[in-house]
């Protein structure tokens, strides 16, 4: 067992019993000691009287008996060694130093027992040497100033003895523990550890050193994350340690509790690169090789024990430099060992030996002040009641000075300033890896041996580095590139809308409103540039601009877009499913009101949402997440929001706004699904458009709310929603009238009218009469039916040149009766069938094919002449007379039985040459169908 740990068990009892006995008690045994010694040697005349050989007595109080594990084995070799070179190398022959051991067996009442027989039975003791155990040491030295006496001690570190006041005649050669302070407070300066952790034994002893580092860390500005101390289990200790993130652990605890430390730290992963231990430095060599348990083998102890620091004093300089003895102190120790034999080492033995050398370089510095001073006395003068002698042995040691074996020797308030070493467990081994020198406060590292197990020294804390979440610029090339794209697509359909907007196709499809969707989705295109600049591209007062700009810009487009694609399925839903409407005028401006009312309450909210909460530039932290490349520090991710303090309000009432907005547009496409009109040709794809841009918002919402911290997700499901549906909906719109007007225009407006009106008969017949009641179908079927008139027109004077001619040559050529007959019947009758095409009636036969079917056994010209009988129509049924007789009142049948269906007389007017009732084409027309013909 540890001597110092011993002492303050076996020795508390005569602790108390001094401490309770007082300054009064001390100077009761001062004066009866005084006494017997002045009475015995005789003060007046015969204390200057010498021995013959002059010898300077030392009393040295050490634990000597082996039985209490002594260390006089290892100082005893030195002791001999100084005593020898001080006598040969400094004193004069006629000074001789003896020293005096009494066995203080480092026991409180053994060790008194041992000063006071020292004091009454020995010589006249010039000062004390010595002093092991700190508890027996503290009783002495705390007496020694009524006695006039000095003590140097070469072995106590207990930092209890720095305390001046109280221990003003003690000295010491070796640093004491609170010494190694300001070296690791240098050590940590070095590498710029500025946040610490103590973990400390529950022991005086290193309570004390733990209370005066504290100190030297706040001086230093060093923060103490946490102070840990145990008794007998650490682990509990080691897990706060960790769990308050502290990296720099300064551990005081004995190599015992060392091991037990170590395992902990191994079990809660507290070692490696992250982590560095610093410890007391004066364990025995190979302390750790004893330690085996269930939870911690050798295996596991010297994987948590790696790249530890030690922290001790310097036993022995490392300086080639001759001390005041004349040796290095590589040869002293060569000297050392040779006396020391198989003797045990002590560590102590180098201050020993320079203890002796203050001893003697103390008294010749006293004897040389008493001549400087003209004072008769001589050093071999002083007593216990002498006080002047005792205070030029007390100057005497402060002022020592000299380079020994353990370094340059001073004092500092009775404390040795010396050298303070580093070393550091390596491969099973410590290697001294620098140096503290506390008289010039420098550290030394020696280069190359210090490692550490990563590619730098650990961080004092996990390093917080700050990680903005940016938008990756790649993405952001690729997405802005494809907006690009669909810029210039909306571009050319805007050309292409203005150019063609008095073609009939364009006309059509109500121009004005085509435009705002093109004008709504370029707004919306370039919102994607503003949602995709982040903190890496702009300041943050420019950020939090564009978080307003961009929430308008897109608010607006897509009103814009939706509204006009909204309104006009309204329109179509209007018009085909109120059955009972008869006339139904909805015109361009009535739908450009409709988005406007949807611009407005859009602007109402928006602008109250600026005014009330604006939006402002928010980050928001993550939880840390570790390096990606493996280094010592952890990253903080941030994110930049738009947000206001009322955010979600704000957002449920525009997405409650837009989203009934939305469902009611999906609504309206659903019932317009069936719907093809011929004036309004592009009412399928509006519906289509309707249905993906309100699917895609909905899904975009959604998608985009759940990814609100991952940028580069959300920026990019935004993106391509909105791109999806802008494109989609202009491709939509305008690709079909674009394909249509490079084809055929006219055969596609034909053709679209005809399956219009065949699917209207289809589907519900009261469904076209509302269709001729819309003003703007009522224009573009106009337009249609003139065009229609005049192609009619020019057919039907091609028909009168060919009559005029076939008749002419009837006149000169009776043989070509039969090629009438055949041939020309058909073509008056493909004339009739024009009308059956402009009115729409499919279950009435051609005339000529009816006229000729009923009067197939009759010739052509009888009905025109009844006064003629049967047997004479085939004698005079080819004379140009009768062939000229019918062509004058055939031909102006024909032309009133067909300028009702190109917008010329009604079919109403009766015929002077024929009665209305004599043909079924001579039938009045209807009012609904004379409405669509000639109303327009």
Known sequence: MDPVLRTYRSGLFAWVFWRSLGRLGTLLLLWGWRWDSTSALGLKNTATRLDADSKLPIMGLMPINKAVESISEGILPAVQL????????????????????????????????????????????????????????????ESLKEWNLVQLSFAATTPVLADKKKYPNFFRTVPSDNAVNPAVVKFLKHFHWRRVGTLTQDVQRFSEVRNDLTSE???????????ESFSNDPCPSVKKLRDNDVRIILGQFDENMAAKVFCCAYNENMYGIKYQWIIPGWYQLNWWKPVASSSCNVKNLLTAMEGYVAVDFEPLSTKEIRTISGLTPQQYEQEYNKMRGSAEYSKFHGFAYDGIWVIATTLQRAMDSLKRLGNPQTIRDFNYVNKDLG????????????????????????????????SQFQDKIEVKVGEYNAIADSLELINNTLRFQGVEPPKDRTIIQPQLRKISLPLYSILSALTVLGMFMSSAFLFFNIKNRNQKLIKMSSPYMNNLIILGGMLSYASIFLFGLDGSFVVPNTFETLCTVRTWILTVGYTTAFGAMFAKTWRVHAIFKNVKMKKKIIKDQKLLIIVGGMLLIDLCILIC???????????????LEPDPAGRDFAIQPLLEHCENSHMSIWLGIVYAYKGLLMLFGCFLAWETRNVSIPALNDSKYIGMSVYNVGIMCIIGAAVSFLTRDQPN???????????????????????????????????????????????QKKEDSKTSTSVTSVNQANTSRLEGFQTDNHRLRMKITELDKELEEVTMQLQDTPEKTQY????????????LNIRNFTDGNDSDKPLMKNQHDSRSQVPWGTTLEPSRTKKDVPEDINSPEHIQRRLSLQLPILHHAYLPSIGGVDASCASPCVSPSASPRHRHVQPSFRVMVSGL
């Open 82 to 141: 100084a005593t020898e070179h001080v006598h040969n190398k400094f004193l004069p022959n006629t000074s001789k130093l003896v020293l005096e051991w009494y066995d203080s067996e480092c026991d409180n009442a053994k060790g008194l027992k041992a000063f006071f027989d020292g004091i009454k039975y020995g010589p006249k003791h010039l000062m004390i040497f010595g002093g092991v155990c700190p508890s027996i040491t503290s009783i002495i030295a």
């Open 609 to 623: 949402w600026q005014v009330v909460d604006p939006l402002r530039r928010t980050v928001e932290d993550y939880p």
């Open 820 to 831: 009438i007959k055949q041939n020309h019947i058909q073509e008056l009758n493909n004339i």
């Open 217 to 227: 860390l706040e001086k230093a500005d060093i923060q103490i994350a946490d102070t």
């Open 713 to 759: 997700v959300q920026f990019c499901i935004v993106a391509l929603v909105i791109i999806f549906c802008s494109t989609i909906t202009l491709c939509l719109v305008f690709v079909p009238k674009l394909i249509t007007l490079r084809t055929n225009p006219d055969a596609a407006t034909q053709n679209r009218r005809l399956q219009f009106t065949q699917n």
């Open 391 to 422: 205070q030029i042995f007390l100057d005497s040691m402060n002022e020592t000075n000299f380079f020994g074996v353990t370094g340059q020797v001073v004092f500092r308030n009775g404390e040795r300033m010396g050298t303070i070493i580093f």
